[in-house]
C-alpha cells in the first residue's frame, strides 16, 4: 500500500498502462468480424484458421494428384514429396508394420505445419498458440496408443512397463518410473508445440515492438527482425515435424512389443 | 514488495530449468556432429533419432516453462 502511495506501479497497473506491451492480444480468440451478430458466432478467428488449415491441405492435395500419372508433372511432384517424407518418417520408426498409421501420422504432420505457416502471416491467428488445442491433440494419440495396444496385445500389452533384464529388487522402482514416464507424454507432448508457438510469437512482437518505437532503431533492427522470422518458419517446420515424429515413435510403442 | 513481484520473481526464477535443458541439447547435438563427421554415411540413421532425442531432452525444460506458467497465470 506505501509503495502505490509513493507513486510507485504494480504489475497490474503497469499492465494496464503500458499498452504498447500488449504481448499476449495477439492470442486472443474472438468471432471474426464477417459473422459478428449472426447466429455464425461460433466461428472464431481460431475456428477460421483451422477451417482454412484444412481447407487449404484438401484441395491442394486433391488438386495436385487430380490427374496421376506415372510420370509426375511438377505438381504432382510436389505432392509426391510430401509422401514420401511421411513414408520415411513412418518406416523410419515403425517398420512395415507402420503403413496403416502413415495417414494418421502423415495428417497430423500435415495439419500442424500448415497451421504455423498461416500463423506466421501478419495479422493471422496462430491456432497452436493454444494448450487447449495442442492437449486435445495428444490426448487423442494418447488413448490411440492404449487402445490399439490393448487391442493387439491383450493384457500383455501391460509387460511394456516392466522392462527385461531388470533385477527383480529394482522392479517396483523401473515400473513406477515407467508409468510416470508413461502418463506424462500427453503433457509433453502438448505443451512442447504449444510453448514454441506462443514463446517464438512473443519474441517476436517484443522485437517488433522495440523496433516501432524509434526510425534508428527501426533500421538497426530489421536485421535482427528479418533474422528472427526465419527462425520462426524453422521453428514451424521443426516443431510440426517434432510432433509427428513423437505420435510416430508412442505408437511404436502400441504395434511392437520388443524385449 | 508485492505478491505480483514474488510471482514474477519466482517465475524468472523457475525458468532456469532450461540450464540444464540447454546443456543436454549441446550434449546431443556436438555428439551428433561428431559421430556424423566421423562417419558421414551414418547421417540419414542418427537424423530421426536425434529429433525424438531432442525432444525429450527439451521437454524437461518445458516442466520448468510449465511452472514459471503456473505462477504467472494460475496461482
Do not use: C
Not at chain 2, 554415411?41 to 530421426?48: C, E, G, N
Amino acid at each position: 500500500m506505501s509503495a502505490r502511495e509513493n507513486g510507485e506501479l504494480t504489475m497490474a497497473d503497469k499492465n494496464e498502462n503500458g499498452s504498447a506491451f500488449d504481448l499476449l492480444g495477439q492470442f486472443d480468440i474472438a468471432p471474426i468480424k464477417a459473422v459478428k451478430d449472426t447466429p455464425f458466432e461460433f466461428i472464431t478467428n481460431s475456428a477460421f484458421f483451422m477451417i482454412l488449415t484444412v481447407a487449404v491441405i484438401a484441395v491442394l492435395m486433391l488438386v495436385f494428384t487430380a490427374s496421376a500419372r506415372v510420370v509426375p508433372g511438377r505438381r504432382q511432384t510436389l505432392s509426391e514429396i510430401i509422401y514420401d517424407f511421411g513414408f520415411g518418417l513412418v518406416t523410419d520408426i515403425l517398420g512395415k508394420h507402420g503403413r496403416p498409421f502413415l495417414p494418421f501420422v502423415l495428417s497430423v504432420f500435415l495439419f500442424v505445419f500448415v497451421a504455423n505457416m498461416w500463423g506466421m502471416m501478419p495479422y493471422s491467428f496462430t491456432v497452436m498458440s493454444h494448450v487447449s488445442l495442442t492437449a486435445f491433440m495428444a490426448v487423442v494419440i494418447f488413448s490411440m496408443v492404449i487402445y490399439i495396444g490393448v487391442r493387439r496385445h491383450g493384457l500383455k500389452w501391460f509387460s511394456l512397463f516392466a522392462p527385461s533384464g531388470v533385477p527383480f529388487w529394482l522392479l517396483p522402482f523401473m515400473i513406477f518410473i515407467e508409468v510416470l514416464s508413461f502418463f506424462v507424454r500427453p503433457l509433453t507432448h502438448s505443451l512442447r508445440l504449444f510453448a514454441n508457438m506462443t514463446a517464438g510469437h512473443i519474441v517476436l512482437k517484443v522485437i517488433g515492438t522495440f523496433a516501432s518505437f524509434t526510425l534508428i532503431g527501426g533500421i538497426a533492427l530489421l536485421p535482427a527482425l528479418v533474422a528472427l522470422s526465419a527462425l520462426e518458419f524453422l521453428v514451424a517446420y521443426l516443431q510440426a515435424y517434432i510432433f509427428a515424429l513423437l505420435a510416430a515413435v508412442y505408437l511404436a510403442d502400441a504395434v511392437e512389443l520388443h524385449h | 514488495m508485492t505478491l505480483e513481484m514474488f510471482k514474477a520473481l519466482g517465475a524468472g526464477l523457475a525458468t532456469m530449468g532450461f540450464i540444464g535443458a540447454g546443456i543436454g541439447l549441446g550434449t546431443i547435438f556436438g555428439n551428433y556432429f561428431q559421430a556424423v563427421s566421423r562417419n558421414p554415411a551414418s547421417q540419414d540413421k542418427f537424423q530421426t533419432w536425434l529429433f525424438v532425442g531432442f525432444a525429450l531432452t527439451e521437454a524437461l525444460g518445458i516442466f520448468a516453462l510449465l511452472i514459471a506458467f503456473m505462477i504467472m497465470f494460475v496461482i
